[in-house]
């Protein structure tokens, strides 16, 4: 009797290779959905595969990570361990390594942890890869408050405007000031607050607590 979990040629057959898809598309959803932040890298470090968890420790999105060095997102804090475990590689030993890390979290504060490095491979002989684990040492302080800078109310209106999509004639229409009245202020508080263009100073009205958050239209945070 045929096996078909074997072909003619004596390799795995069609309901294996079958079995194996099935296997490896659980296996990728339940790497994507742990909690824990796991990348697979190869033998030298460059993520291969990295799951959400992991991504938002770098404040970005796992498809970003794809290619980027393990220890450049994450900086060891001794050089030590990495040439250590480099030459244990070299060597083909198969022993867990650990690197203490730190690194710049998606706030901006530096964070520090460990990071856990298996090889992995299908059989002895072939060049592993690494599954990373990142284990998170310390919890990222809270935010405190931040006062609302101090603008004018002409200037807080003049910005709600601007974060809905006015033109400058149209918020001097609603302001009762004329267009270049407008532009002053506009330049006033780019120079400022050191932003670029309108873009940037509306995002910098949110970020200082000028402009209501959540509230559409945009208001003055005091209009609440």
């Known amino acids: 009797m045929d096996d078909p979990a074997v072909d ?3 390799g795995p057959g069609e309901e294996a290779r079958g079995g194996a898809v ?25 993520v291969l595969l990295a799951n959400p968890a992991m991504a938002a420790q770098c404040g970005t999105s796992p498809g970003r990570l794809r290619g980027r060095d393990v220890l450049e997102l994450f900086r060891p804090r001794e050089s030590v361990q990495v040439e250590r475990i480099a030459e244990a590689l070299r060597l083909r030993h198969r022993s867990r390594y650990q690197v203490s890390v730190r690194w710049r979290g998606p706030t901006g504060g530096e964070r520090l942890g460990e990071l856990t490095a298996d090889p992995v491979s299908d059989s002895v002989g072939d060049t592993p890869a690494l599954l990373v684990m990142l284990r998170v040492l310390d919890e990222p302080a809270p935010r405190a408050a931040v006062a609302p800078a101090r603008v ?11 974060a809905g999509g006015a033109t400058t004639a149209r918020a001097a229409r609603e302001t009762g000031l004329t267009p270049d009245g407008v532009t002053y202020h506009l330049r006033r508080l780019s120079s400022r607050w050191d932003a670029a263009n309108r873009t940037e100073l509306v995002a910098r009205a949110y970020a200082l607590g000028v402009l209501a958050a959540g509230v559409w239209p945009p208001a003055p945070s005091g209009d609440e």
């Open 8 to 10: 003619d040629r004596g």
């Open 22 to 46: 099935v296997w490896r598309n659980r296996a990728l959803t339940l790497f994507d959905r742990v909690s824990v932040p796991v990348a697979v890298c190869d033998v030298h470090g460059a």
């Open 152 to 162: 004018t109310p002409v200037e807080a209106r003049i910005l709600a405007l601007l």
